[in-house]
């Protein structure tokens, strides 16, 4: 019974009521006395445990397993990313700041095989060491999944017309 929670029912019935794209926010709580929110500048690990990845697992997993249940993971796409990552060096208020250096996310449903863990950083967490992953490579596999072909072209408001996809999925994830 979180509001992130709440966002992942809401998800899964919107789903199977035959919405084709959704989207579950993390929002903030302001009118929680405490701060559930993910951008952990100071005291990152306690606000982790104790706060954010239980509601997050408990959410995320009920989202994956309903879904599964009813049939609909396999043409479902369930994308779970931030816009950036965390520093690899905690700052004196045992937090982490912002860095768009390296950072993961997850993707499941739709064709993406399971348990595959693509890509991998160094030892500092700091840049990918192994298979880096653009995010026009994220975006072009999103839209091959929603089946938006990738000669795709729109005009900007200047009436100039640009390409939408610009990279090849990540056919590695397939299979």
């Not at 701060?35 to 982790?48: E, G, L, P, R, T």
């Not at 938006?148 to 009436?159: K, Q, Y």
Request: aromatic share 8%; with cysteine; net charge negative.
């Amino acid at each position: 019974m979180s509001p992130f929670g709440q966002g992942c029912l809401l998800a899964r019935r919107l789903v199977e009521a035959g919405t084709r794209l959704v989207t579950v926010n993390w929002a903030r709580d302001y009118e929680a006395r405490v701060a559930d929110h993910w951008d952990s500048h100071a005291d990152n690990f306690v606000k982790h445990k104790d706060q954010l990845m239980p509601a997050f697992d408990l959410g995320y997993s009920a989202l994956l397993e309903d879904l599964q249940q009813r049939g609909l993971l396999e043409e479902t796409l369930v994308v779970v990313l931030g816009e950036f990552g965390r520093t690899p060096k905690i700052n004196t208020n045992a937090g982490r700041d912002h860095w768009p250096g390296c950072f993961s996310i997850q993707l499941a449903g739709a064709g993406i095989r399971g348990g595959l863990v693509h890509g991998a950083s160094d030892t500092m967490a700091a840049y990918p060491a192994r298979d880096p992953v653009s995010p026009e490579q994220v975006a072009a596999t999103i839209y091959h999944l929603l089946g938006i072909p990738r000669e795709t072209r729109f005009r900007d408001l200047s009436g100039q017309p640009l390409q939408l996809i610009n990279a090849d999925p990540l056919w590695s994830l397939f299979g």
